[in-house]
């Protein structure tokens, strides 16, 4: 089994029609793919969708048909890390060392965590926020970047 970690970036191209969406489908519908992604992520998808809307990237109706199917990806099948006091503790760590915001940092600090608690399994980090894949390759955490031609 593979697991992907979703930043928001990552699970918004689930939802929006942005480069990098068919990649992203592609993968959540391969066989023995699981997706994951953190506690903060339920929110961060939430506020992001609740923006676009606001500023007329999308309509009202969008946003609450992408929420409602995400509710029910989200008690399904997706796994969830939550924020632990290791998290936030890993988090501090990665804010000492690499230049990231820290909603940013606990995404990728959660992505460890999980790692951590599945070390056998094959697990990729997945953004599209350049800052937070330099800050995953330097420590040594594979990442694809859905909104590149690889996959």
Not at 75 to 88: C, G, I, N
Not at 94 to 104: E, I, K, N, S, T
Not at 132 to 141: C, G, K, V, Y
Request: net charge negative; hydrophobic share 55%; charged share 20%.
């Amino acid at each position: 089994m593979r697991i992907y970690f979703l930043d928001t970036s990552a699970l918004a191209k689930l939802y929006l029609a942005e480069p990098g969406a068919a990649n992203m489908a592609r993968i959540a519908a391969a066989p023995g793919v699981q997706l994951a992604i953190s506690a903060l992520g339920v929110l961060e998808f939430r506020v992001a969708l609740r923006l676009r809307a606001r500023r007329g990237d999308i309509e009202a109706e969008e946003a609450d048909t992408a929420l409602a199917h995400f509710a029910n990806l989200l008690s399904r099948t997706l796994l969830v890390q939550p924020l632990t006091d290791a998290v936030f503790a890993m988090a501090a760590n990665l804010v000492d060392r690499h230049p990231l915001r820290a909603p940013d940092a606990l995404q990728l600090a959660a992505c460890v965590a999980l790692h951590q608690n599945q070390p056998a399994v094959e697990l990729l980090f997945a953004s599209a926020d350049r800052r937070l894949i330099q800050a995953a390759a330097s420590e040594h955490i594979p990442y694809w970047d859905p909104s590149a031609d690889r996959t």
